[in-house]
């Protein structure tokens, strides 16, 4: 086969290439026969030499007797002496030494090779975010990445997802920097909800990020930099980890057509369990009633949902300029009726060349806008789910659907019918249908760069980008919404918010040789940062003032202005000045020195924070047994400044709707000077390559503690009137491992399998939380639920806390005399770290089919289920269906008064105590521990030979989250209801998570 | 230092910045959608903007809060005082109104006392103190106002210590009791001096007025002293001397206490509405109290028809629902008669000019100086409250010396079913015992002071009365007797959280248990005379 492609690309290039009688040419292929496009030639000790196109054709002059050298970065050097042939086909294998060669992508875009790293940096090829796609590709990585942990948000298709590296460690952000070719996105939602009952103002919603909206096939890799040295360059944005996007260059010399076609298909997996056995009491919302065979409806209430993702690439490239351009669509329909996702990304890309090569001018810009249409939401308000989990059994839920309005004669109007007025379980296709919602997103990103070479030790680089996001959510209440999400006539909410991030750098970088043993690189450069995030404006005709003419939902039929409102979340410009430099000899130790000095408009010094780090090649230092291919030891110590909100050291007297209050919400406590928080972070790291780099193994070992933390404690009374001082206090820290373990178990020619194994390991302390605050800030309070999540002095980061039984010495839930279960205060309940992530991936090759398969798993940790407690306390659980039929639930308690012992409980009683949002949530804690297959793609590339015009093609099955091989909890606790700090570890209604299966479809032209 | 700005020159000059350089930092770090202190000072603002908040929150009346005002009140001392009962059986029925009291509620009414109402009233006496008296002066009568309502649920709480670091340690009820006063004192001779020099407040203070005053200082200190009148008769029990000296201070002031219904405190809300009509209207989930039907229904008390609404389950008819029930379906009681005209009203009456009567005819029956005899007082206050309603029928109303509360019939579930307890007629009986005479004064001080649930309740712990229906289920754990009712609020969780040591100190002058069986400092376990 590969031989036949062999053939058919030397007699495909013979056509378009005119033979040359002086000139060399050939194909260069890689092992696989696959053309490599942008491999080096050179004569050796000549000037000359050449690049290959994307066929992988070169063409060279030389003479008969001269050495050719064949190079690529990743695989073995050949040296060809010249005979009389005038075509050399060179087939270049894996590099015996690649480690030594291979280039990574780190901070500011900046290329180095990665033995000389002196930190962890893990790549992933462009193929791994779109193999088996999601319509966010940050969900791609799941499991791919040692030490970095991903957490879908419960908004479903377009939803956000919250990234954390090496462990939470700030109390107001733990999301990584995203930067795309060198440049930092600005990755501003519109928030995050953190109300653990649900917001009135529209529902609990998740306002998605930036990275949601980025096309996975506009770049071709991703480097993940986890600690603080990686990214001690971008300064406070890049405090928690940076990702770092590349995208895709033209290739020289010709035109590529490229189109892939994606559809998968949702269904809605793992749902909490239902009872069928009983009924409600005539007009109870709570099915305590007599026994009564019910349909267990739910099941029919979700759709299949589907992805269609469609997108085409056209490139072409000459000597002197390229030209890249892009667009995907994404057409999706969630598993809840009436959810869709509509979203069209542009990409253009445009690169030239001057004066000779000297001067490089790029440019790209980018453009996605996207709607989503009834974004699902959890919590109890405005949440299809609260009603069809809820409704009280005996009622036909299909009558309720197809007769979700009926009219009211009274009012000349559609009314709502449903069988209760209960405003955290609405009929759910009035929910869909009458309180519709759209999210509406644009984010552009241009950026210009301009590069001079000024002479082969020295060039200068200036970039200057642009981002702009701009988010509308619009929810239309119609008249008879249950009155406390509606004034009576309805309610219109409509929000505008919008993001800025200007970016400008200007770098010097510097590539020197002393003699021959010692290199020098630097980096020496100054950037701005301004941005600006959420300007909203925010409209809202409120709950009590609402429409005056019903369900005429625009501003001038607001009954007042009480609700409307504009606000700013923040606001702030950096400016630094920085260098990064490395020392290197003999190409086998490595020194790092780097600082950078930032002045950020929140606080009001300026501050400095350096780092260091040395790497050496051990394989290079000394002779190693020959199976060792490769060896090196590093470590680093590095600090990150990281400024603090803006505003406080600024405050201003501001009102919010809801209290009639202006004064500044928070403000610097007298006599102190707000500080950066400062993270410091020491790490030490092996890795090794042996076998002939079939086994590979990276060890990092990571200690970090942030200082400083910004933290607002309430403030007595004071001449401003703020309500918090701002402060600076607190120390959280973070200590792990991180083990990457590469293997080409199998390397034939017909079969190949290679596996890579991520592990890592974090503990998690909060040191230190001032006593003002009496050793804990809540990160989301408990409000009238018993579930709340904090960060507590001596605890891991997140605390989950409930309420628990009441136990005597021997375990025995105390009774009183009237029934009821004593229980305690709030208390911890579990923690929603998890103890360590495994993710095993492999990739199998048989002739033409290809398989992935990713396991990724997650050990340790809590999740709490309100879902379930709730659904207990409504006695529609499947728990309390069987309790009943069993005649009660058993329990080993005993009455405080006189000792009886008591073995049963009466389920109705037992589950509208325990159960419920409010109720002993302690018993409603699952371990989070939960393996899944996350990954599987099986896959077929066809022979280019049976498909004229094309260069290559391939078809493959995929899956996503295609099923458990453990879990402890009923939902999936790889979904939060927020991707921002708070409502971790906890599901209230929220969307069950989904699996999905499709089919991918690539071709290039 | 000067490294610093050549480093920061260099970036300037590097970047040729369209941005200029850290000059503008100032501008970009403040929000643009504020206004700064210098603007606010305008028109005294900065002292000014303070009263907003104490206003809307001494009962939450802010739109879209309306469920704080349920937590706040609506669902313990509304309750508890036999004026409202709710038809929801909120968290399988194991709740305040059968005595089990939820934390995750009741923590609303310590939170929303101190976060807006102590808050502001100490903000604005740090600004206004020896400046501009007449601001620290109407402060302090609202600051009485807004937690006297707290001690009165909870005992011991922090006061003379707010604003300290944590621990904060809590002060006894006496000890609060008496800073009431003081202040009262304070804002008293302030306002009343500012009066006789021609001052009307008018100027000052009407933009900024939220209660039906209209800036009038004359008012405000015929609200002070009626307040007084007030915290005065609460602790006849516990320092009767005291609260007769108070008692006889407040009725003899120049300007005395509420006469007319143009006197009486209310909170006009402009823009929000009552959170009663959400709470009642719209959400169903509180409903007349069965003593409600029970009392008034009896007595065919004109005002009925403006409290309540008439059960659209029972066309025509005023339903109560009992409190401490078991409830299968909230449909069940829902239909019940609903909160009429003071529910619905933008206009929340705190304290009524009858009020006033009332107690000035308990002090008489006590041998006070209250500028009149127990029965005329009775009755004038019976009249006032008649006008306050927009009732007739006054005259032969206070004359029935026949009709008596009548029995409570659930018409679903006759377990509920109870003959009548508060057994008096209206009219005065010069004969009847001091007791009798009391019964029939606060039956008519809770029947005119409604819907405000707070000092209804606190008259109920005090006095006893009026009687009012058992509650059928009490799953406190046998914390609260079911005979005397609920007498206070635990402290709250918040406070266990950040503030323990506070927490314990109030305890300790607590002088028992936690929870809510155990009396206050006012509420005396012995006789009423």
Not at chain 1, 699 to 719: F, M, R, W
Not at chain 2, 39 to 68: C, M, R, S, Y
Not at chain 2, 443 to 461: C, H, L, M, N, V
């Amino acid at each position: 086969m590969k031989k036949i492609f062999l053939i058919f690309m030397i007699a495909f290039t013979a056509q378009v290439s005119l033979a040359q009688v002086k000139s060399i040419k050939g194909v260069i292929t890689d092992s696989d026969g696959m053309p490599l496009p942008g491999a080096s030639v050179a004569v050796q000790g000549g000037q000359k030499g050449a690049t290959t196109d994307f066929d992988g054709l070169y063409t060279i002059e030389a003479q008969k007797g001269q050495t050719l050298v064949f190079t690529y970065v990743g695989l073995e050097t050949q040296n060809i002496l010249v005979g009389d042939a005038t075509t050399i086909n060179v087939k270049m294998g894996q590099a015996a030494s690649n480690a030594l060669n291979e280039v990574v992508v780190t901070s500011l875009g900046l290329k180095k090779t990665r033995k000389s790293l002196t930190y962890a940096a893990q790549e992933l090829k462009g193929e791994e975010l779109t193999r088996v796609r999601d319509a966010n590709v940050i969900n791609t990585i799941a499991g791919k990445i040692a030490g970095v942990a991903v957490t879908k948000s419960s908004g479903g298709t377009g939803g956000s997802t919250k990234v954390v590296i090496r462990g939470n460690s700030s109390v107001s952000n733990s999301q990584p920097l995203y930067v795309i070719d060198g440049i930092p996105m600005l990755n501003s939602g519109a928030g995050q909800p953190n109300d653990s009952f649900g917001s009135l103002s529209g529902g609990n919603r998740d306002g998605g990020d930036v990275i949601s909206l980025v096309n996975p096939d506009d770049y071709e890799g991703m480097t993940v930099l986890k600690g603080a040295a990686a990214s001690v360059l971008y300064g406070s944005q890049g405090a928690n980890g940076v990702i770092l996007l590349s995208s895709k260059k033209a290739k020289s010399g010709k035109a590529n057509i490229s189109a892939s076609s994606v559809t998968t298909f949702e269904e809605a997996a793992y749902m909490p369990k239902f009872q069928t056995d009983y009924i409600a009491a005539p007009g109870a919302d709570e099915t305590w009633g007599a026994a009564g065979k019910t349909k267990d409806h739910v099941k029919d209430f979700f759709d299949v949902g589907t992805t269609q993702i469609t997108s085409v690439g056209y490139s072409i490239g000459s000597e002197n300029s390229s030209t890249a351009f892009s667009y995907a669509n994404t057409s999706a329909t969630g598993i809840v009726p009436g959810n869709s996702l509509k979203k069209n990304n542009f990409g253009i890309r445009q690169t030239a060349k001057f004066f000779n090569d000297k001067l490089i001018f790029a440019a790209n810009a980018n453009y996605t806008s996207q709607t989503i249409a009834n974004k699902p939401v959890n919590g109890f308000y405005f949440n299809p789910l609260t009603g069809v989990y809820l409704m009280p059994r005996g009622n036909d839920f299909d009558y309720y659907k197809n007769n979700y309005e009926v009219f009211n004669p009274t009012r000349n109007l559609m009314a709502q019918n449903w069988m209760t007025n209960r405003d955290i379980m609405q009929n759910p296709y009035w929910a869909i249908n009458r309180n519709k919602s759209e999210d509406k997103n644009d984010f552009f990103n241009g950026a210009l760069s301009l590069t001079y070479k000024a002479n082969n030790w020295l060039s200068i680089a200036s970039r200057y980008s642009y981002n702009r996001v701009t988010s509308v959510f619009d929810k239309k209440i119609y008249a008879t919404t249950q009155g406390t999400l509606s004034h009576t006539n309805g309610r219109y909410i409509n929000e505008n918010s919008l993001s800025t991030q200007r970016y400008g750098d200007l770098i010097a970088t510097i590539n020197a040789k002393f003699a021959t043993d010692f290199t020098f690189n630097a980096n020496i450069g100054a950037s701005i940062t301004n941005t600006l995030t959420n300007d909203k404006t925010i409209l809202d005709s409120g709950i009590s003032g609402g429409l005056n003419v019903s369900n005429w939902f625009t501003l001038h039929n607001f009954n007042n202005n009480t609700g409307n409102y504009q606000t700013i979340d923040s606001q702030r410009e950096v400016q630094s000045v920085f260098a990064a430099t490395t020392f290197g000899y003999k190409d086998m130790l490595f020194l790092d020195l780097s600082g950078r000095n930032d002045w950020s408009s929140t606080v009001p010094d300026s501050y400095f924070y350096p780092s260091v780090g040395l790497t050496a090649l051990i394989s290079e230092m000394t002779t190693l047994p020959e199976w060792i291919n490769y060896g090196k030891v590093r470590g680093t110590y590095a600090q990150v400044g990281n400024d603090i909100y803006p505003f406080v050291t600024n405050p201003t007297y501001y009102a919010t709707p809801g209290s009639s209050a202006i004064n500044p919400k928070v403000g610097p406590r007298p006599g102190e000077t707000l500080k950066p928080e400062l993270k410091s972070e020491f790490e030490f790291g092996t890795e090794w390559r042996m076998f002939n780099n079939r086994l590979g193994f990276e060890i990092s070992y990571y200690n970090s503690e942030t200082k400083n933390q910004y933290l607002q404690v309430v403030a007595p009374v004071n001449d401003m009137g703020y309500d918090f001082f701002g402060i600076n206090a607190g120390s959280i820290e973070n200590k792990g491992f991180e083990v990457v373990l590469t293997g080409g178990i199998i390397r034939g020619d017909k079969f190949s399998w290679d596996t890579t194994v991520n592990f890592s390991q974090n503990k998690n302390k909060v040191k230190e939380i001032p006593t003002e605050l009496g050793g804990r800030v809540n990160l989301t309070e408990a409000g009238v639920n018993s579930y709340r999540y904090a960060l507590v002095e001596g605890k891991p980061y997140g605390v989950i806390e409930g309420i628990n039984f009441k136990k005597d010495d021997q375990g025995r839930i105390l009774l009183n005399d009237d029934g009821t279960i004593q229980k305690t205060e709030f208390e911890e309940v579990g923690n929603s770290n998890p103890d360590f992530m495994l993710g095993w991936s492999n990739s199998f090759k048989f002739g033409s089919f290809f398989a992935n398969v990713l396991i990724d798993g997650r050990f340790g940790g809590d999740v709490m289920s309100l879902t379930e407690a709730q659904n207990d306390s409504f006695g529609v659980s499947k728990a309390t269906g069987d309790a009943r039929n069993a005649g009660g639930v058993a329990i080993n308690a005993v009455r405080a008064s006189d000792g009886t012992a008591v073995t049963t409980m009466d389920a109705k009683s037992y589950y509208t105590q325990v159960g419920g949002r409010a109720g002993i949530t302690g018993e409603y804690v699952y371990d989070a521990t939960n393996v899944s297959v996350r990954e599987v793609s099986i896959g077929y590339n066809f022979s280019p030979k049976n498909l004229p015009f094309i260069q290559s093609a391939s078809i493959s099955l995929i899956a996503r989250n295609l099923f458990f091989i453990y879990k402890d909890a009923p939902f999936d606790p790889n979904i939060a209801l927020s991707t921002g700090q708070g409502l971790q570890g906890v599901d209230i209604y929220g969307l069950p998570s989904t699996r999905s299966i499709g089919l991918n479809l690539n071709v290039t032209f | 230092m000067k490294l610093n700005k050549i480093t920061k020159a260099a970036i300037c000059i590097s970047l040729l910045s369209a941005f200029g350089c850290t000059d503008n930092f100032e501008e970009i770090n403040t929000n643009d959608q504020g206004i700064t202190p210098e603007l606010l000072e305008q028109d005294f603002n900065h002292i000014k903007q303070g009263f907003g908040p104490i206003f809307n929150n001494i009962q939450v009346i802010t739109a879209n809060f309306e469920w704080v005002y349920q937590l706040q009140q609506n669902l313990n001392s509304d309750i508890w005082s036999g004026y409202m009962a709710t038809p929801t059986g909120f968290a399988g029925g194991i709740n305040n109104t059968t005595y089990s009291l939820v934390d995750g509620w009741n923590g609303f009414i310590w939170e929303y006392a101190y976060k807006n109402v102590m808050y502001n009233a100490v903000h604005i006496e740090d600004l206004s103190k020896g400046k501009f008296d007449q601001f620290y002066a109407l402060s302090l009568i609202l600051k009485v106002e807004g937690m006297h309502r707290l001690t009165d649920t909870f005992g011991p709480i922090i006061y003379s210590k707010y604003g300290e670091l944590s621990p904060t340690e809590y002060d006894s009820q006496e000890e609060v009791y008496n800073q009431f006063f003081n202040e009262l004192d304070i804002a008293v001779a302030d306002l009343t001096q500012r009066v006789d020099d021609g001052d009307t407040g008018e100027s000052t203070f009407k933009s900024t007025d939220l209660s039906g005053y209209k800036g009038k200082y004359k008012q405000w200190v015929k609200f002070a002293n009626t307040l007084r009148l007030r915290l005065a008769m609460r602790i006849v029990k516990a320092n009767p001397a005291l609260a007769k000296i108070e008692a006889e201070k407040a009725v003899a002031h120049k300007f005395g206490v509420m006469q007319s219904n143009g006197d009486l405190f209310k909170i006009v809300s402009p823009v929000f509405t009552n959170p009663l009509a959400t709470i009642s209207g719209s959400w169903l989930d509180i409903r007349m109290g069965a003593d409600m039907e029970s009392i008034m229904g009896g007595y065919e008390d004109p005002r009925l028809e403006g409290y309540f609404d008439t059960s659209s389950q029972y066309p025509g008819e005023y339903k109560g629902v009992r409190t401490g029930i078991d409830i299968a379906a909230k449909a069940d009681h829902q239909n019940f008669s609903g909160i009429g005209a003071p529910g619905k009203s933008n206009e929340i009456v705190l304290m009524t000019a009858a009020e006033a009567y009332f107690l000035r005819a308990e002090g008489a029956l006590r041998g006070w100086d209250m500028g009149g005899d127990a029965k005329s007082l009775y009755e004038q206050g019976i009249t006032v409250s008649f006008g306050q309603r927009d009732a007739s029928g006054v005259v032969g109303y206070i004359a029935d010396n026949v009709k008596t509360a009548k029995a409570y019939v659930d018409p679903k579930f006759p377990v509920n079913n109870s003959p009548a307890v508060n057994n008096v007629t209206v009219a005065w009986d010069e004969a009847a015992t001091n007791e009798v005479k009391l019964q029939k004064i606060i039956t008519q001080k809770w029947i005119a002071g409604f819907p405000e649930g707070q000092e209804a309740w606190s008259d109920y712990r005090r006095t006893g009365y009026p009687k009012l229906f058992p509650v059928l289920k009490n799953y406190s754990g046998g914390t609260i007797s079911t005979e005397l009712g609920v007498r206070r609020i635990n402290f709250v969780q918040s406070e266990k959280d950040g503030n323990q040591g506070g927490v314990d100190s109030g305890i300790a002058k607590l002088g028992g248990s936690d929870n809510g069986g155990t009396r206050l400092w006012w509420d005396v376990d012995a006789p009423n005379f």
